[in-house]
Antibody, heavy 120, light 108 residues
Framework: QVQLVESGGGVVQPGGSLRLSCVASGFTFSMFGMHWVRQSPGKGLEWVSF????????YYADSVKGRLTISRDDSKNTLYLRMNNLRREDTAVYYC?????????????WGQGALVTVSS | EIVLTQSPGTLSSSPGERATLSCRAS???????LAWYQQKPGQPPRLVIYGISSRATGIPDRFSGSGSGTDFTLTISRLEPEDFAVYYCQQYGYSPFSFGPGTKVNIK
């Protein structure tokens, strides 16, 4: 079954840290770039970060640069997002997604997301 | 940075009607790197269109995408009850891979 499953969300105090994971199955994870996208409650989609296949290119939104770190372990078919120095405005559901260019080969549905709540 | 604007913000239509959604980019989108997503309440986004006009697997042919440069359109030829949702465009040619603010298609 082609799927992405996020985990690792939770409630954390401002300044705290979390690590999100996204486990891929049913497709060749190592062949595709991967994104993290977030959605604050009642708001639209915000792109967060991207890592190319092989990790050769990494990009971040300005709003998270220096605080969030994307990485991948192709041996475990897993994408990560290390989140440090969290702020209240980081509260959101975090989704992982394949690069859109993958759609020509396989369409991988987004997972249900991981809810991160930053609150004291 | 490419900023995407979508119009209208809300579209009120009836089942069977045609819906036309617009996405405008602040600068030219490279290499046909424009996608559309559908999101229903409580669900993750679903890819509808990629490469401006290619339908994702499983998307019915009443959905079509068009445009070039900075102006793009998602057309739903005859709205079905399951099409009422929020639609986002995204450019994935240059980082930051920005999304538009969304168009909500609701039932009139």
């Amino acid at each position: 079954q082609v799927q992405l499953v996020e985990s690792g969300g939770g409630v954390v105090q401002p300044g705290g840290s979390l690590r999100l994971s996204c486990v891929a199955s049913g497709f060749t994870f190592s062949m595709f770039g991967m994104h993290w996208v977030r959605q604050s409650p009642g708001k639209g989609l915000e792109w967060v970060s991207f890592i190319q296949y092989g990790g050769s290119e990494i990009y971040y939104a300005d709003s998270v640069k220096g605080r969030l770190t994307i990485s991948r372990d192709d041996s475990k078919n897993t994408l990560y997002l290390r989140m440090n120095n969290l702020r209240r405005e980081d509260t959101a559901v975090y989704y992982c997604a394949t690069s859109v260019v993958a759609a020509a080969t396989v369409v991988v549905p987004w997972g249900q997301g991981a809810l991160v709540t930053v609150s004291s | 940075e490419i900023v995407l604007t979508q119009s209208p913000g809300t579209l009120s239509s009836s089942p069977g009607e045609r819906a036309t959604l617009s996405c405008r980019a602040s600068q030219s989108v490279t290499a046909r790197s424009l996608a559309w997503y559908q999101q229903k309440p409580g669900q993750p986004p679903r890819l509808v269109i990629y490469g401006i006009s290619s339908r994702a697997t499983g998307i019915p042919d009443r959905f079509s995408g068009s445009g070039s440069g900075t102006d793009f359109t998602l057309t739903i030829s005859r709205l079905e009850p399951e099409d009422f949702a929020v639609y986002y465009c995204q450019q994935y040619g240059y980082s930051p891979f920005s999304f538009g603010p969304g168009t909500k298609v609701n039932i009139k």
